[in-house]
């Protein structure tokens, strides 16, 4: 398995990816809008995709985080926002090597840590986060406010 930074070059099976990763979240299909989305993250450098490429140097996996920066901590964050393995690669470690990837990213970029959210539901993501030294914070609210006057 090869983890490595994902470019435009590789959109187009990132797109098919991604979208499969939208649609295991409930989201209404959209593979254009999905390519439109990555390609502006990936040429604007507004965030980071590292993918998993297997023997076939096929693309099975990927994870994007976003920078951020954290007021009380005096530092960069990184928001660890998508996570996904195809559902026939699963159980293999890609998961693993993704995640362990972003903290390479944390420490190279002197970041004081990664954020990541996930739904109660995924029961996938929250026996793996653990398991990967990410702790539960039950000492914060998250809110969430929608912009109910969004254009696409």
Do not use: C
Request: avoid cysteine.
């Amino acid at each position: 398995m090869k983890i490595e930074v994902a470019g435009v070059n590789h959109l187009n099976e990132l797109t098919r990816l991604f979208e499969a990763y939208r649609i295991w979240y409930r989201m209404p299909p959209d593979l254009e809008g999905s390519r439109k989305f990555l390609n502006e993250r990936l040429s604007r450098n507004e965030s980071i995709v590292f993918s998993a490429f297997d023997k076939e140097e096929r693309m099975v996996g990927f994870t994007q985080l976003y920078p951020l920066f954290s007021s009380t901590r005096l530092g960069r964050l990184w928001l660890l926002n998508d996570l996904f393995v195809n559902p026939d690669q699963r159980g293999q470690g890609i998961s693993l090597l993704l995640i362990e990837r972003a903290k390479r990213l944390a420490r190279e970029t002197n970041a004081v840590g990664i954020l990541l959210e996930t739904e109660k539901s995924n029961q996938i993501g929250n026996q793996l986060y653990p398991r990967t030294e990410f702790h539960l914070e039950s000492g914060s609210n998250f809110y969430f406010w929608t912009n109910e006057n969004r254009t696409s």
